[in-house]
């Protein structure tokens, strides 16, 4: 079990480096709906068919997971230990699942490698 980011999902809607390494995952994938929302909030930035990427998302083999009150509360705990690196919600929403579900959390944002919160961060780039 893998926990994604917005960040490595996001690899996969730009074609980006590493998509490859996100796409091996998915099947034992889960990501925060936080994180989904996140991901087609950029899409509609970029001016793409949001539309189409919410079709591709329920189609992939991924765990979609709800952002509940114990989940919003680790995210929240998470504050004091993530602010100097400054991670957004939605970072703290990944962070909390993989810590719930102690495993790894999958993400392209090199900063999180600097963090000690007790679960392995996997860098994909």
Same mark, same amino acid.
């Given at each position: 079990?893998?926990?994604?980011?917005?960040?490595?999902?996001?690899?996969?809607?730009?074609?980006?480096?590493?998509?490859?390494?996100?796409?091996?995952?998915?099947?034992?994938?889960?990501?925060?709906?936080?994180?989904?929302?996140?991901?087609?909030?950029?899409?509609?930035?970029?001016?793409?068919?949001?539309?189409?990427?919410?079709?591709?998302?329920?189609?992939?083999?991924?765990?979609?997971?709800?952002?509940?009150?114990?989940? *919003?509360?680790?995210?929240?705990?998470?504050?004091?230990?993530?602010?100097?690196?400054?991670?957004?919600?939605?970072?703290?929403?990944?962070?909390?699942?993989?810590?719930?579900?102690?495993?790894? *959390?999958?993400? *392209?944002?090199?900063?999180?490698?600097?963090?000690?919160?007790?679960?392995?961060?996997?860098?994909?780039?």
């Amino acid at each position: 079990m893998i926990v994604l980011d917005s960040s490595a999902l996001l690899t996969i809607v730009k074609k980006e480096r590493g998509a490859d390494i996100v796409e091996a995952a998915f099947g034992d994938a889960a990501i925060s709906a936080v994180n989904v929302s996140e991901v087609l909030s950029k899409v509609w930035d970029w001016g793409l068919d949001a539309n189409t990427y919410i079709g591709d998302l329920t189609r992939l083999r991924l765990e979609v997971v709800d952002f509940d009150f114990s989940r *919003a509360a680790l995210a929240a705990s998470l504050r004091a230990t993530t602010r100097s690196f400054g991670l957004s919600l939605g970072d703290r929403a990944c962070l909390a699942l993989a810590v719930e579900r102690d495993c790894p *959390a999958m993400t *392209a944002d090199r900063n999180w490698a600097k963090l000690n919160i007790g679960v392995p961060i996997q860098l994909i780039r």
